[in-house]
């Protein structure tokens, strides 16, 4: 094993996976052929698709489903708690136990900017774009072009028309 991996037993690596130096990954699944940046961590019970690229500096956390074909920047953070709090109302560090994991769904062929945030309890549509920078706090419909904070629709991508012979 790399000493610069930090990857746990647990980890499901698909076929040919691509994995960089200096990442962290537990109890996650990764698909086949799959390229993952440097530092990046993947969380437990997170999910990464076949086809996908994960860029360096990437946060996907417990309760993240990344479908194939999806391309994730630099520096994206998902978050999966939508009210994060430190400790108990008894003032007690908080454990697992004291909350509850929020899902995140990032479906096929979606893309994702450098620099993004992407809130709890929300679906990227199918082959959408999330541009950089962009705070995703709803849902993205399928094939939208988002950005901003927060990110709203602006267009659509275009059909692509098949050349029939």
Same mark, same amino acid.
């Given at each position: 094993?790399?000493?610069?991996?930090?990857?746990?037993?647990?980890?499901?690596?698909?076929?040919?996976?691509?994995?960089?130096?200096?990442?962290?990954?537990?109890?996650?699944?990764?698909?086949?052929?799959?390229?993952?940046?440097?530092?990046?961590?993947?969380?437990?019970?997170?999910?990464?698709? /076949?086809?996908?690229? =994960?860029? $360096?500096?990437?946060?996907?956390?417990?309760? !993240?489903? *990344?479908?194939? %074909?999806?391309? &994730? +920047?630099?520096?994206?953070?998902?978050?999966?708690?939508?009210?994060?709090?430190?400790?108990?109302?008894?003032?007690?560090?908080?454990?697992?136990?004291?909350?509850?994991?929020?899902?995140?769904?990032?479906? /096929?062929?979606?893309? =994702?900017? $450098?620099?993004?945030?992407?809130?709890?309890? !929300?679906? *990227?549509?199918? %082959?959408?774009? &999330? +541009?950089?920078?962009?705070?995703?706090?709803?849902?993205?419909?399928?094939?939208?072009?988002?950005?901003?904070?927060?990110?709203?629709?602006?267009?659509?991508?275009?059909?692509?028309?098949?050349?029939?012979?």
């Amino acid at each position: 094993m790399d000493t610069y991996l930090s990857i746990a037993p647990s980890v499901k690596l698909g076929q040919n996976v691509k994995l960089s130096k200096f990442i962290n990954l537990y109890g996650c699944e990764i698909g086949d052929e799959t390229k993952i940046g440097a530092f990046v961590e993947i969380q437990k019970n997170a999910k990464v698709g /076949k086809h996908c690229k =994960i860029s $360096s500096h990437t946060f996907v956390c417990e309760g !993240v489903d *990344i479908e194939d %074909n999806v391309f &994730v +920047g630099h520096n994206v953070a998902f978050i999966n708690d939508i009210y994060p709090r430190a400790t108990t109302d008894g003032g007690q560090l908080q454990t697992e136990a004291d909350w509850k994991v929020e899902k995140t769904l990032v479906k /096929k062929g979606a893309s =994702i900017g $450098s620099g993004c945030t992407i809130l709890a309890n !929300v679906t *990227i549509g199918e %082959n959408a774009i &999330v +541009g950089a920078g962009s705070v995703v706090t709803r849902d993205v419909p399928p094939n939208a072009i988002v950005f901003g904070n927060p990110a709203r629709v602006h267009r659509y991508i275009e059909p692509v028309m098949e050349v029939t012979k």
